[in-house]
């Protein structure tokens, strides 16, 4: 009897272990493997009070499946940046393993449920987009690059409800944090407190280019893509697999003009060297940060598109990508300036650097591209579909 009773205890155990474990499994915890997949999240163009991460765009910012991009009616990052989910050979995000039974083959009578200040709110994915752009690129933008923003946006809506409602919002397809989803406002009722006097214009221009885009996403294969954008990049983006780690066909670094008409194209953090020590070692432990500081950093790879890839920081390996998020820089294409008091991080660019540039598609829409245009350059091998609703 005792040996039944103390099997019967085991499997309870075990029963109760499982969804523990699985959940570990799926990536809700923290820790590298975290870092390392690649996930969509909306970047802002503002500055958060103690990271220095971007925050929701002002007028003329943009922000891009990695950070919105834009500034006094420009963009500034991107919608998405890479952190939590990862990217399967079908070329869609998934959260975590654990969104398949929530899976979805599409639109459901064309709406979209959307985690809004922490509430779930269904409605047509073509609202929803219209306040994903006027939350990510400025009205001040040529009307094709507002267009290319609007395809982008609704690709990346797309993209999440195949991949299935994550762990994060069981309740909702996409929220509106951008850390983890995309930037959203009501446009409606966020429009006059945004833009004022040139309210009623912006909107009017804003639901002008979603609805001359309806309909239409990004695709390869058949599939919606992870369709990532940013401010502003270097001459060139960056590769996927530069930057997050994983090789997708439509995130390679492609040449971009425009970026240095940013506000924020180049910019610098400078720290005490106290205020570095502490930094450092709230996320590297083991890292030595003694002796002369101009030791402390060695061994760094860069990509082709100039970001930093690597380095060793106290003997420590760390990736650019995470000093970025870190020090609250604009970029990880960066330089260092050290003294025996400071260290400065110069950055050139805006955002992460992958996909759709939004000052690069400014720029190219005002040299006469049309938005299918810029979309092919920036996600070559793409082709835009019309959804079957």
């Known amino acids: 009897m005792k040996k039944l009773l103390g099997t019967g205890a085991m499997l309870l155990l075990i ?9 570990i499994y799926a990536g809700t915890a923290l820790g590298d493997r ?9 970047e802002t163009g503002q500055e958060q009070p103690a990271e220095g991460l971007s925050e929701p765009l002002q007028d003329g910012q943009a922000a891009a499946g990695g950070d919105p991009g834009s500034e006094n009616g420009q963009g500034g990052s991107s919608v998405w940046n890479p952190m939590g989910s990862t990217v399967q050979p079908s070329d869609a995000p998934a959260d975590s393993p ?4 929530d899976r979805q083959p599409g639109l ?15 409605m047509p994915l073509e609202t929803y987009v219209e306040g994903v752009v006027a939350a990510e690129i400025s009205p001040d933008f040529p009307e094709d690059a507002i267009r290319a923003q609007a395809v982008a946006a609704r690709t990346y809506a797309v993209s999440k409800i195949n991949a299935g409602r994550p762990m994060q919002h069981r309740n909702a397809d996409i929220c509106d944090d951008y850390t983890h989803c995309a930037a959203y406002l009501d446009l409606a009722a966020a429009a006059s407190a945004r833009w004022g006097a ?8 804003i639901q002008k280019a ?11 294969d058949g599939e919606a893509i992870v369709a990532v954008f940013h401010a502003a990049s270097a001459a060139r983006t960056e590769s996927a697999k530069d930057i997050w780690g994983s090789d997708i066909p439509y995130l390679q670094s492609v040449v971009s003009p425009g970026g240095s008409a940013c506000e924020k194209y180049e910019g610098t953090v400078r720290l005490t060297l106290d205020e570095f020590r502490i930094r450092v070692l ?6 030595d940060l003694s002796g002369d500081p101009k030791r402390w950093f060695s061994a760094s790879t860069r990509s082709e598109a100039g970001a930093v890839i690597t380095c060793t920081l106290g003997g420590v ?11 609250g820089l604009n970029s990880s294409n960066f330089t260092l300036t050290i003294n025996d008091q400071t260290i400065a991080f110069h950055t050139i660019g805006y955002g992460h650097g992958v996909g759709l540039s939004q000052y690069g598609a400014k720029y190219l829409a005002e040299q006469g591209s049309r938005y299918p245009e810029i979309l092919s350059h920036y996600y070559p091998g793409t082709e835009l579909t019309r959804l079957q609703v």
């Open 15 to 23: 029963i109760y272990l499982l969804p523990v474990c699985y959940r």
């Open 34 to 42: 975290a870092k390392d997949v690649l996930a969509a999240y909306a």
């Open 98 to 101: 654990a969104a398949a039974p």
């Open 108 to 122: 459901l009578n064309g709406d979209i449920t959307v985690l809004v200040h922490g509430e779930p709110q269904t």
């Open 198 to 205: 040139s309210a009623d214009a912006n909107t009017q221009k």
């Open 210 to 220: 979603v609805c001359d885009t309806a309909g239409e996403i990004i695709t390869k």
């Open 282 to 287: 709230e996320n590297y432990p083991a890292a």
């Open 317 to 327: 390996q760390v990736k650019g990508a995470d000093l970025r998020t870190i020090f």
